[in-house]
């Protein structure tokens, strides 16, 4: 007897996520650019997703289970610059660039929820510190676009092998 097939995302909606995300990785890199990322920063997050994948992983990637992960890392992130902003709000050290990074994290989230709607909902809220000084500010958002860079870069890979 047959088993149904699972639902597996249309593979335009997979180019289209891609495409995004590709945006999002230039996006990071050219704020990236700008810091010196050879200071040894002594601020960790642990709260941040961690990439432990290795590339032979790439070969056993799932649409579901890949999306879902990335949906649940997205929403950390976007957690994380919105928290990175209410801070550079509170010190007057608008940035724009942390802004267009949050949103396009959203939207790339909100496309993944229009493919899989049986995603639940993210809900967990991390507790983060203040950032009370502009070397702090700095180091954190260094430490952040670094790894969504890592995040990125990975699940292009992944979604890569997914669309073809």
Not at 84 to 98: I, K, R, Y
Not at 103 to 110: E, P
Not at 131 to 159: G, K
């Amino acid at each position: 007897m047959s088993r149904p097939t699972p639902a597996r995302p249309h593979k335009d909606g997979l180019t289209t996520l891609l495409k995004h995300m590709h945006q999002l990785l230039n996006l990071v890199q050219s704020v990236l650019s700008n810091f010196d990322t050879h200071l040894p920063f002594e601020r960790k997050i642990p709260s941040l997703p961690t990439i432990n994948f290795r590339p032979k992983d790439l070969a056993a990637v799932e649409a579901d289970r890949t999306l879902s992960q990335l949906s649940a890392g997205l929403n950390s992130f976007k957690l994380h610059f919105d928290w990175l902003l209410h801070w550079q709000n509170q010190s007057g050290l608008v940035s724009d660039e942390t802004k267009a990074i949050a949103d396009r994290i959203q939207f790339i989230n909100t496309l993944i929820h229009r493919q899989m709607p049986q995603l639940p909902p993210q809900s967990t809220t991390p507790s983060l510190p203040d950032l009370n000084s502009a070397w702090e500010m700095f180091q954190t958002s260094a430490i952040l676009h670094r790894r969504l860079v890592q995040f990125c870069d990975w699940y292009l890979r992944a979604l890569r092998v997914l669309s073809h």
